[in-house]
């Protein structure tokens, strides 16, 4: 069975559930514990979840007004799981903060405020209840994303998805590519051409582990994760 690390959050019960679903064996890892180098000799696939605001200091901004005082132990633990996993091309899937700290992590900048930068802005901070659909996204119709949501779709490219976030991702780190936008232009997935594994996505797909419109999602990540076992 697939040893898939998630990243420790405040709230792991909906990552972990998701994770067992699709047939992975998960563990929780974070800053304080075993090293990213350790952790990356043992596990299949490597999972970045939910979060608080990452320090802009990391991608050389300042702080806009809605910055709340960051993890900074928990940023420096998961930037460098995040480069270890990927030079590695060990599987990986991030959500929401996770995709926002992968694309920093490999050189991309961040939307520190969505409200106050993007005018004509959707509400994507709807934090109740947690699988309560906010907003549509448009899947890019080449990706790995869209493959793996094809049963999920309507047009072929339209998806329904929560949304718990404030900022975004702005300039896309080198080698990786948009896949889904929301209909205001807010980025809402990202992906590695040419990686076994490698998929950001803003919305929160574990919420919705009972109603399984996400299984596939977390099915391809711990099959990827399987095959590199092998
Ligand atoms: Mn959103």
Redo the contacts with the bound molecule.
């Keep these: 069975m697939a040893l898939i690390a998630i990243a420790r959050n405040r709230r792991m019960s909906d990552y972990v559930e998701s994770v067992r679903r699709a047939g992975g064996e998960p563990i929780e890892v974070g800053a304080g514990g075993e090293s990213p180098a350790h952790i990356l000799a043992r596990v299949d696939g490597v999972m970045l979840t939910g979060g608080g605001d990452i320090d802009p200091a990391l991608y050389g901004e300042k702080p806009h007004t809605s910055f709340e005082p960051a993890e900074a132990e928990r940023d420096a633990f998961e930037i460098e799981l995040t480069r270890a996993a990927i030079a590695a091309n060990i599987p990986y899937l991030a959500i929401c903060r996770g995709m926002q700290l992968l694309n920093i992590a490999m050189g991309g900048t961040l939307i520190q405020d ?1 409200p106050s930068e993007v005018p004509g802005a ?1 509400e ?1 901070s ?1 934090p109740e209840p947690r699988g309560h659909v ?2 549509e ?1 448009w899947v890019s119709k080449d990706s790995q994303l869209s493959k793996l949501l094809a049963d999920h779709m309507e047009d072929g490219e339209t998806c329904h ?5 404030h900022q ?1 991702v702005a300039k896309v780190a080198p080698g990786f590519v948009v896949t889904a936008t ?1 209909p205001d232009g ?1 980025i ?1 997935a990202m992906e590695k051409p040419g990686a076994a594994f490698c998929i950001g996505v ?2 929160h797909p574990e919420n919705f582990w009972r109603t399984g419109e996400f299984r596939s999602l977390f099915e391809g990540f711990v099959q990827a994760a399987n095959a590199r076992k092998r």
């Design positions: 969505i959707l994507h709807v906010a907003h996204v998805v929560n949304s718990r976030h975004s929301s807010v809402e803003q919305w």
